[in-house]
């Protein structure tokens, strides 16, 4: 069998469930994350997922970026990420 993917060896063949269940896909500002969930309601950046090149200029969204979560007005509290 061949996979290809752009998500990282770790992720797709975690031999523990507990590391995968700490990432999840978010998006900001239009763009695709994955992110690792840490203490409080903060999220390091894993990974952009985005296709578009110019999405990798922005220095607010490289991997190790640790971001507040926070809800929006229209969503629903439980599905902040």
Known sequence: MILYTSMPHE???S???SDFEKHSMIEMNGI????????NQDCRIVRMMSTDPAHY???NLQPGT????T???????????
């Open 11 to 13: 992720v797709v063949f």
């Open 15 to 17: 031999a523990v469930q």
């Open 32 to 39: 695709p994350l994955m992110v690792e969930q840490l203490e």
């Open 57 to 59: 200029l922005d220095a």
């Open 66 to 69: 640790v971001l507040k979560m």
């Open 71 to 81: 809800v929006a007005p229209d969503q629903n509290p439980s599905s902040s990420l």
